[in-house]
């Protein structure tokens, strides 16, 4: 299935994606897709129903409604680090032993082609093309990477939007070059793991102004999304709904020499296989 939100920001309603342009209604079976959903069944529940209102044709067209983030505020969002070698490279850091893990506020996602907005003082704002995981069940302490699998909803586009100058040069954490508002779209939607033959196979891409910037493939990931899971779960409890951001591939701005650096009114278009694409106005500050 790939499940999706539409409407407004804050009120937006469940539904699925039956087909290209074409959605059936959930909102009268699902209040969202949150905690309570994926910790109850939620998407065994709905499966049935998705399939029996599409064959029914109750299938409405897309259009130009507004889609949200395909989740609704998860408790955590937690991004990895360097997870691609090249990336790492051209980063000027070293491929790390460990995943490096952080942790970005809730509060930052937003619909896939809603606006990104500089925040004030910046002077380094930067793109990055990821795929998101989002899980499925409670996870802590798993014993093999294998169960991962049980404990993961789907996966998602997501543009883990960095600011630089924030996140090196203000000493501490990089929490603070990755929370400001607006910085992590996701979406258009989240799609379950029976659509995706191969998680590790999947080509990524992002370009500014129309310039391609960043070309990758999930194959060349250094910490697999299973192996995240099990990792993740031996340090902290990873909640239904949560999103785990896996990191990047090469070409972005920081990696330019000289560095390249998001403007306003620049536009990011970007996207995965089988994940769909996302595109973003860059707007000024507050």
């Not at 059936?24 to 399939?51: C, Y």
């Not at 929490?175 to 910085?183: C, M, Q, R, Y």
């Not at 391609?212 to 990873?238: C, K």
């Amino acid at each position: 299935m790939k499940l999706l939100r539409i409407g407004a920001p804050g009120a937006e309603k469940p539904a699925a994606l039956v087909e290209d342009g074409q959605y059936v209604d959930l909102s009268d079976v699902v209040t969202d897709f949150d905690e309570a959903f994926f910790g109850s069944g939620g998407l065994g529940r709905i499966a049935p129903i998705v399939a029996e209102r599409a064959a029914n044709g109750d299938a409405r067209p897309l259009g130009d409604k507004r889609v949200g983030a395909p989740i609704a505020r998860p408790h955590q969002i937690i991004c990895v680090g360097l997870n691609y070698a090249d990336h790492a490279a051209e980063s000027g850091q070293a491929v790390p032993d460990e995943p490096i893990l952080f942790t970005k506020s809730p509060n930052t996602l937003i619909g896939p082609d809603d606006d990104v907005r500089i925040p004030r003082g910046s002077t380094k704002p930067d793109w990055e093309v990821e795929l998101g995981i989002v899980i499925g069940a409670r996870t802590s302490y798993l014993d093999s990477i294998e169960d991962a699998r049980d404990h993961i909803a789907g996966f998602v586009l997501v543009n883990d939007v960095s600011e630089r100058a924030f996140q090196m040069e203000r000493g501490g954490q990089w929490l603070k070059g990755k929370s400001a508002e607006t910085f992590n779209p996701a979406g258009p939607w989240l799609v379950t793991q029976d659509e995706i033959d191969d998680v590790l196979a999947l080509d990524m891409w992002l370009d500014v102004n129309g310039v391609r910037r960043q070309t990758g493939s999930t194959s060349t990931m250094i910490f697999d999304p299973h192996f995240l899971v099990h990792y993740i779960s031996q340090f902290m409890v990873l909640e239904p709904g949560d999103l785990i951001n896996t990191g990047t591939p090469p070409g972005v701005g920081l990696g330019f020499k000289p560095p390249i650096w998001l403007q306003e009114g620049d536009v990011m278009t970007l996207g995965i296989t089988g994940l769909g694409e996302q595109r973003q106005t860059v707007i000024g500050p507050r």
